[in-house]
């Protein structure tokens, strides 16, 4: 495997009264809306906190930060790529009361709990997203700490 092809991302779990937020995008080697979590890659000068709160920002407009994480998943993508992704785990007690995508591949917000994802018309991204909301629902939370940050 080419070092050009291994992807490092996050992923924002935020869930909001028993309700995940996930966004809905065009899936560009499909060409169809898909629904994912807040996600994206990690730049080259990033730490992964930082990463992930920054992704969370720009397609959401939300401004929170993690309180702990679900671990790494992998995917083996139909475009030849592999990708390693990190979960975070968000918990926000309140929301504001105004947000919205900053970029502009999100093209809309949705609330949605298990039962509803389920039933969706729109297909999710991947496996990952699915696997991230039943490790979320298993209890998993790993505490940032075990994250060490950059030396």
């Given at each position: 495997?080419?070092?050009?092809?291994l992807h490092l991302t996050v992923a924002a779990i935020v869930c909001?009264?028993?309700?995940?937020?996930?966004?809905?995008?065009?899936?560009?080697?499909?060409?169809?809306?898909?629904?994912?979590?807040?996600a994206g890659h990690v730049e080259p000068d990033e730490d992964l906190?930082?990463?992930?709160?920054?992704?969370?920002?720009?397609?959401?407009?939300?401004?929170?930060?993690?309180?702990?994480?679900?671990?790494?998943?992998?995917?083996?993508?139909?475009?030849?790529?592999?990708?390693?992704?990190?979960?975070?785990?968000?918990?926000?007690?309140?929301?504001?009361?105004?947000?919205?995508?900053?970029?502009?591949?999100?093209?809309?917000?949705?609330?949605?709990?298990?039962?509803?994802?389920?039933?969706?018309?729109?297909?999710?991204?991947?496996?990952?997203?699915?696997?991230?909301?039943?490790?979320?629902?298993?209890?998993?939370?790993?505490?940032?700490?075990?994250?060490?940050?950059?030396?």
């Amino acid at each position: 495997m080419s070092r050009d092809t291994l992807h490092l991302t996050v992923a924002a779990i935020v869930c909001y009264q028993q309700r995940f937020l996930l966004v809905e995008e065009i899936d560009k080697l499909t060409g169809k809306r898909v629904l994912n979590q807040p996600a994206g890659h990690v730049e080259p000068d990033e730490d992964l906190l930082t990463a992930v709160a920054r992704e969370l920002q720009e397609e959401t407009g939300l401004q929170l930060q993690p309180c702990a994480w679900l671990g790494l998943s992998q995917l083996q993508a139909a475009n030849g790529h592999r990708y390693v992704r990190i979960n975070f785990v968000f918990e926000p007690q309140a929301l504001p009361h105004f947000y919205a995508p900053q970029d502009s591949d999100i093209l809309a917000l949705h609330w949605l709990d298990s039962a509803q994802i389920a039933k969706s018309t729109l297909p999710l991204r991947s496996q990952l997203v699915s696997d991230a909301i039943a490790l979320y629902q298993q209890g998993i939370r790993l505490p940032l700490k075990l994250i060490q940050p950059p030396r």
